[in-house]
């Protein structure tokens, strides 16, 4: 099983970004997907969340408005879209495959940066 994440980077306060998670070794459409990320010196916080088919989302208050994730199950790959990105929202985002509650899966991480 692999989760590859991309699209990190350095943007400006008020910039964009997206990112990518391709996976590969499981059966992408049955999972629950997520992004999560972690800060220097904090714990790892939910994002976003979405269903397996995409129906249904969810997401930090932090980042309402702001974040969107979206899914497509023919390219097995999961998105954020972040606009209007924020110093806080400096931190390394992980995408998350979750199928059934029992099986976990994480990416490595992509570091993102917001600063002017």
């Known amino acids: 099983v692999q989760l590859v994440e991309s699209g990190g980077g350095s943007v400006q306060p008020g910039g964009s970004l997206r990112l990518s998670c391709v996976v590969s070794g499981l059966s992408f459409r049955h999972c629950d997907m997520s992004w999560y990320r972690q800060a220097p010196g904090k714990e790892r916080e939910l994002v976003a969340h979405?269903?397996?088919?995409?129906?249904?989302?969810d997401y930090a208050d932090s980042v309402k408005g702001r974040f969107t994730i979206s899914r497509d199950n023919a390219k097995n790959t999961l998105c954020l879209q972040m606009n209007s990105l924020r110093r806080e929202d400096t931190a390394v985002y992980y995408c998350?495959?979750?199928?059934?509650?029992?099986?976990?899966?994480w990416g490595q991480g992509t570091q993102v940066t917001v600063s002017s």
């Open positions: 979405i269903s397996n088919l995409g129906e249904r989302t």
């Open positions: 998350k495959a979750q199928l059934t509650l029992i099986y976990t899966y």
